[in-house]
């Protein structure tokens, strides 16, 4: 941290908490004053968009249409809304509260929340690692689409590439076509054996070698991360202008051309038709409140990360309530950008609309809607601007990720690196390139799932129960109200209370057992991941997760003093209050 003051304060930023709650002491808490000023956002809009910017992902749109139909339609929208309200916004809320009132990252958080599981934030940024892995091979792959959009004939149209087989078939705009399970679409093989060059790779045994092509277009990815990221939320902020409101553009107008295509009524229905007996499987919630946990983010690091740049006094609560509210309806928006384009597909084939709906994730944007789109008249601006709207979705969520880790590791060892971020930035821009080299192979694909199922998954849930837990019952919801109060001026409703107490911790439960009781098996394609894989998958889980115990460890046998003594200080939280809040709220240290 920067230069400190330990003072003592007056009122409820310092007042003790009540004998029940984890944490308290029955002495006043000491309260950091932090003399030096922080990097703040240039305009409130800045904040706004970079939250909504990493909110707001791919996942939106190949994740939620898919998971929708997938469990009842219309009425998977209630479960989504309960898990939404009771989980998933209070936990939102909870992460953008602390950044900003603490103002630092997720790694120096836990001083002055419960300094026992700072081991939590290193967790973080092993999991934000992981992520950028994988996750900006994928905007790599709509890179290359979007470079190969710029022709007169899309080349996923036709049959006639040198990378198609004999299976491959193209039904638009011809008669009496017979479709097979061996049939391949031009745009599937396009996928597959151009892009990705999969059928050349025998699985996760046998990657083989680094395709030049998908490199190039990483390391231009990379080139644009760093060069919004290196000089702060200054540059960030004016970044995602572009980044977080072009996507809007783009889905209004797929949604308008959607709307007057063929048989688009019937994707339409299929999406919110209600199949209300569905409501009384419980994979239908477990799949709601997985869906609307990865939508909003939580745990992650970013909120904290964004949020602490925040003026002290700014409105956390509205700005919770409002970037909830515009992911939510993004994703059921996406919805009818999706099922237009499938109702007119099925009307292409004359088959119905599930026939066409079977893709999930990454290929329903790089295979269904593609080959939805190269027979559209104008099929070039189309493609062109779709692919945009993927890697401007793509990028938001890569800025957010990678802030997570620069503001954490920058707040940890302020002395080493408060002048060295542009360093840091590259630094962390090439270990993520490196580390993203395996996922660029002939069996890239392949790698990416691994880390998607396990890089993430479970780990990152586990993670965000043991933040709840911590801020609500060992720092104490008392002091966590008492700090929402001093930064907004009124205290938090019954019900946000209740819920991070009890609901949120329960919410994130729920789908860490349900996710352990039934355990999916793990494929790709016609890929069947091998036993060993998934090993390999649990130890890279472990190695995020295993960091919380390891540094509660450490803390408990480095910290002098007796066995009691050692509990208080490994339990006992330090007070924050940097140098806006004394001009905020009035208060000055005390002698």
């Not at 209600?274 to 709601?288: F, G, M, Y």
């Not at 009890?502 to 009781?517: D, E, G, N, R, V």
């Given at each position: 941290m920067p230069h400190?003051?330990?003072?003592?304060?007056?009122?409820?930023?310092?007042?003790?908490?009540?004998?029940?709650?984890?944490?308290?002491?029955?002495?006043?808490?000491?309260?950091?004053?932090?003399?030096?000023?922080?990097d703040k956002w240039g305009k409130k809009m800045d904040f706004l968009l970079s939250v909504i910017?990493?909110?707001?992902?791919?996942?939106?749109?190949?994740?939620?249409?898919?998971?929708?139909?997938?469990?009842?339609g219309g009425a998977f929208l209630i479960p989504y809304v309960l898990m939404a309200i009771f989980g998933g916004v209070p936990l939102f809320y909870m992460e953008l509260a602390l950044g900003q009132f603490h103002r630092t990252g997720a790694i120096s958080i836990w001083k002055h929340i419960c300094p026992m599981f700072k081991g939590i934030g290193f967790a973080i940024c092993i999991i934000a690692l992981y992520v950028s892995f994988y996750y900006n091979t994928i905007i790599a792959w709509a890179l290359f689409y979007f470079y190969s959009s710029f022709s007169s004939t899309l080349p996923w149209t036709s049959c006639d590439n040198e990378w198609n087989t004999e299976n491959c078939t193209n039904y638009f705009g011809k008669d009496n076509v017979t479709w097979t399970n061996y049939s391949r679409s031009p745009a599937e093989e396009f996928y597959t054996r151009n892009v990705l060059a999969v059928h050349e790779s025998s699985g996760l045994g046998d990657v083989g070698y680094i395709r030049w092509q998908l490199m190039l277009?990483?390391?231009?990815?990379?080139?644009?991360?760093?060069?919004?990221?290196?000089?702060?939320?200054?540059?960030?902020?004016?970044?995602?202008?572009?980044?977080?409101?072009l996507p809007y553009v783009v889905l209004l107008i797929l949604m308008i051309r959607g709307a007057t295509l063929p048989g688009a009524w019937k994707g339409v229905v299929f999406y919110l038709?209600?199949?209300?007996?569905?409501?009384?499987?419980?994979?239908?919630?477990?799949?709601?409140?997985?869906?609307?946990f990865f939508s909003l983010g939580p745990g992650f690091g970013v909120l904290?990360?964004?949020?602490?740049?925040?003026?002290?006094?700014?409105?956390?609560?509205?700005?919770?309530?409002?970037?909830?509210?515009v992911n939510c309806l993004t994703s059921f928006v996406s919805g009818f950008v999706i099922f237009t384009v499938l109702g007119y597909m099925a009307e292409q084939r004359n088959v119905n609309v599930e026939d066409v709906a079977r893709d999930k994730g990454p290929s329903l944007l790089f295979i269904t809607y593609p080959?939805?789109?190269?027979?559209?008249?104008?099929?070039?601006?189309?493609?062109?601007?779709f692919f945009?709207?993927?890697i401007t979705l793509g990028l938001d969520s890569t800025f957010g990720g990678l802030e997570a880790i620069i503001t954490a590791v920058m707040d940890e060892y302020p002395d080493t690196l408060s002048h060295r971020r542009e360093l840091l930035v590259l630094g962390l821009v090439v270990v993520c390139f490196l580390?993203?080299?395996?996922?660029?192979?002939?069996?890239?694909?392949?790698?990416?799932?691994?880390?998607?199922?396990?890089?993430?998954?479970?780990?990152?849930?586990?993670i965000v129960f043991l933040e709840a837990t911590a801020v609500s019952w060992f720092y104490g919801i008392n002091r966590f109200s008492n700090d929402i109060k001093s930064m907004l001026g009124y205290t938090p409703g019954l019900f946000w209370r209740v819920c991070w107490v009890a609901i949120s911790p329960a919410f994130l439960a729920y789908i860490i057992i349900s996710s352990l009781l039934n355990p999916q098996p793990l494929s790709l394609f016609d890929y069947k991941f091998p036993d060993w894989s998934i090993t390999v998958g649990f130890i890279i889980g472990a190695s995020s997760f295993i960091w919380i115990p390891i540094y509660m460890v450490y803390k408990f046998v480095w910290t002098p003093g007796s066995l009691k003594q050692r509990l208080a200080v490994c339990l006992r939280p330090e007070r924050t209050l940097p140098d806006i809040h004394t001009d905020s709220m009035g208060l000055s240290p005390v002698p």
């Amino acid at each position: 941290m920067p230069h400190q003051e330990q003072v003592l304060a007056h009122g409820n930023l310092c007042a003790p908490g009540p004998p029940n709650n984890a944490g308290y002491n029955s002495n006043p808490v000491p309260v950091i004053i932090q003399t030096e000023s922080r990097d703040k956002w240039g305009k409130k809009m800045d904040f706004l968009l970079s939250v909504i910017g990493f909110a707001v992902d791919l996942g939106n749109v190949w994740r939620f249409p898919y998971i929708c139909y997938q469990n009842g339609g219309g009425a998977f929208l209630i479960p989504y809304v309960l898990m939404a309200i009771f989980g998933g916004v209070p936990l939102f809320y909870m992460e953008l509260a602390l950044g900003q009132f603490h103002r630092t990252g997720a790694i120096s958080i836990w001083k002055h929340i419960c300094p026992m599981f700072k081991g939590i934030g290193f967790a973080i940024c092993i999991i934000a690692l992981y992520v950028s892995f994988y996750y900006n091979t994928i905007i790599a792959w709509a890179l290359f689409y979007f470079y190969s959009s710029f022709s007169s004939t899309l080349p996923w149209t036709s049959c006639d590439n040198e990378w198609n087989t004999e299976n491959c078939t193209n039904y638009f705009g011809k008669d009496n076509v017979t479709w097979t399970n061996y049939s391949r679409s031009p745009a599937e093989e396009f996928y597959t054996r151009n892009v990705l060059a999969v059928h050349e790779s025998s699985g996760l045994g046998d990657v083989g070698y680094i395709r030049w092509q998908l490199m190039l277009c990483l390391f231009l990815i990379f080139t644009i991360v760093y060069f919004s990221l290196w000089k702060g939320v200054k540059t960030s902020g004016k970044v995602v202008w572009v980044t977080a409101t072009l996507p809007y553009v783009v889905l209004l107008i797929l949604m308008i051309r959607g709307a007057t295509l063929p048989g688009a009524w019937k994707g339409v229905v299929f999406y919110l038709n209600p199949k209300w007996e569905k409501l009384q499987e419980t994979s239908v919630w477990v799949d709601a409140a997985a869906q609307i946990f990865f939508s909003l983010g939580p745990g992650f690091g970013v909120l904290l990360a964004l949020s602490s740049y925040n003026p002290f006094n700014n409105n956390c609560y509205r700005d919770a309530i409002v970037t909830s509210l515009v992911n939510c309806l993004t994703s059921f928006v996406s919805g009818f950008v999706i099922f237009t384009v499938l109702g007119y597909m099925a009307e292409q084939r004359n088959v119905n609309v599930e026939d066409v709906a079977r893709d999930k994730g990454p290929s329903l944007l790089f295979i269904t809607y593609p080959e939805a789109i190269a027979n559209m008249v104008g099929s070039t601006f189309f493609a062109i601007i779709f692919f945009v709207m993927m890697i401007t979705l793509g990028l938001d969520s890569t800025f957010g990720g990678l802030e997570a880790i620069i503001t954490a590791v920058m707040d940890e060892y302020p002395d080493t690196l408060s002048h060295r971020r542009e360093l840091l930035v590259l630094g962390l821009v090439v270990v993520c390139f490196l580390g993203s080299l395996s996922t660029l192979t002939k069996g890239g694909a392949y790698v990416v799932k691994l880390l998607e199922e396990f890089g993430v998954g479970s780990s990152i849930i586990a993670i965000v129960f043991l933040e709840a837990t911590a801020v609500s019952w060992f720092y104490g919801i008392n002091r966590f109200s008492n700090d929402i109060k001093s930064m907004l001026g009124y205290t938090p409703g019954l019900f946000w209370r209740v819920c991070w107490v009890a609901i949120s911790p329960a919410f994130l439960a729920y789908i860490i057992i349900s996710s352990l009781l039934n355990p999916q098996p793990l494929s790709l394609f016609d890929y069947k991941f091998p036993d060993w894989s998934i090993t390999v998958g649990f130890i890279i889980g472990a190695s995020s997760f295993i960091w919380i115990p390891i540094y509660m460890v450490y803390k408990f046998v480095w910290t002098p003093g007796s066995l009691k003594q050692r509990l208080a200080v490994c339990l006992r939280p330090e007070r924050t209050l940097p140098d806006i809040h004394t001009d905020s709220m009035g208060l000055s240290p005390v002698p």
